[in-house]
T-cell receptor, first 111, second 117 residues
Framework: SQQGEEDPQALSIQEGENATMNCSYK?????LQWYRQNSGRGLVHLILIRSNEREKHSGRLRVTLDTSKKSSSLLITASRAADTASYFCATDAWNTDKLIFGTGTRLQVFP | GAGVSQSPRYKVAKRGQDVALRCDPISGHVSLFWYQQALGQGPEFLTY????????KSGLPSDRFFAERPEGSVSTLKIQRTQQEDSAVYLC???????????????FGPGTRLLVL
């Protein structure tokens, strides 16, 4: 069973707008990662945030982590049509290397 | 360099048939993972190898599922007597080994889409 839940399940925006996706998880974590998956393709790693970090940036991506609320958010600024994909958060624990994925957010960016 | 590759990309099997799915990890990656992704869902963990040792197989849904990595590189996921509920995308990922408690990024292959009729 999956640990994380993401909301919204689906999000449609215009190019240039910002997109925010949220992820909640259930147990204590070591790291939280965000992945992107284009239709019919494998997962691409976007960014990793450690449990002792609160915010991280990478290009147009901004990730926050609130371990007290067991939640994370991914912000994509100035979105592009090429950002259209499904986005998943994934967590791991101290004593395991396996990733536990959320249910994903399907993002559609219209030109 | 080359990423994780998987074959076949698509597989159609009749119910009851055995299938074998192959994963070629990134060269030098010690850890190898298999995940199952049902339509519209996130991937779910199946099993994990470190070199040739299968360290965790807690996610395998039944004893019809078997994975091996005999020489610590290529891995095969075998599903015996396939059922319709086995239809999914099977993803393989590899990574360097965890170092000093810090997990390394997992790099995913394109997946094998299995359809059981």
């Amino acid at each position: 069973s999956q640990q994380g839940e993401e909301d919204p399940q689906a999000l449609s925006i215009q190019e240039g707008e910002n997109a925010t996706m949220n992820c909640s998880y259930k147990t204590s974590i070591n790291n939280l990662q965000w992945y992107r998956q284009n239709s019919g393709r494998g997962l691409v790693h976007l960014i990793l945030i450690r449990s002792n970090e609160r915010e991280k940036h990478s290009g147009r991506l901004r990730v926050t982590l609130d371990t007290s609320k067991k939640s994370s958010s991914l912000l994509i600024t100035a979105s592009r049509a090429a950002d259209t994909a499904s986005y998943f958060c994934a967590t791991d624990a101290w004593n395991t290397d396996k990733l536990i994925f959320g249910t994903g957010t399907r993002l559609q960016v219209f030109p | 360099g080359a990423g994780v590759s998987q074959s076949p990309r698509y597989k159609v099997a009749k119910r009851g048939q055995d299938v074998a799915l192959r994963c070629d990890p990134i060269s030098g990656h010690v850890s190898l993972f298999w995940y199952q992704q049902a339509l519209g869902q996130g991937p779910e963990f199946l099993t994990y190898f470190q070199n040739e040792a299968q360290l965790d197989k807690s996610g395998l849904p039944s004893d019809r599922f078997f994975a091996e990595r005999p020489e610590g590189s290529v891995s095969t996921l075998k599903i015996q007597r396939t059922q319709q509920e086995d239809s999914a995308v099977y993803l393989c990922a590899s990574s360097l080994v965890r170092h000093r408690g810090i997990q390394e990024t997992q790099y995913f292959g394109p997946g094998t889409r299995l359809l059981v009729l």
